[in-house]
Nanobody, 119 residues
Framework: QVQLVESGGGLVQAGGSLRLSCAVS??????????MGWYRQAPGKQRELVAA???????DYADSVKGRFTISRDNAKKTVSLQMNSLKPEDTAIYYC???????????WGQGTQVTVSS
């Protein structure tokens, strides 16, 4: 079955950077045909979309991270990454990788990785 595994979270001071990665396994051609996204959920808040990249490479970002975060995908390695710069305490959350395969309605999630930004 298709699995998503995130890595790269941690503790960083405000203004610092982190890079999150998500490796997708057992996906065959599904990864290449899927939209990939990073979501986050802070304590007491709903999960929100941070950034997404379509199968064609188009990207979209939440207004709160535009200009600071960059999403990218590597179809050969079946990975999606999120480069996070100029981090703020309000970026603190659990970050989740998402795979959305529209043709079948498949929607898969990773286990999440904690990002903590200290002031």
């Amino acid at each position: 079955q298709v699995q998503l595994v995130e890595s790269g979270g941690g503790l960083v001071q405000a203004g610092g950077s982190l890079r999150l990665s998500c490796a997708v396994s057992n996906s065959g051609m599904i990864f290449r045909l899927s939209a990939m996204g990073w979501y986050r959920q802070a304590p007491g808040k709903q999960r929100e979309l941070v950034a997404a990249v379509t199968s064609g490479g188009s990207t979209d970002y939440a207004d709160s991270v535009k200009g600071r975060f960059t999403i990218s995908r590597d179809n050969a390695k079946k990975t999606v990454s999120l480069q996070m710069n100029s981090l703020k305490p309000e970026d603190t959350a659990i970050y989740y990788c998402n795979l959305h395969f529209a043709l079948s309605g498949m929607d898969l999630w990773g286990q999440g990785t904690q990002v903590t930004v200290s002031s």
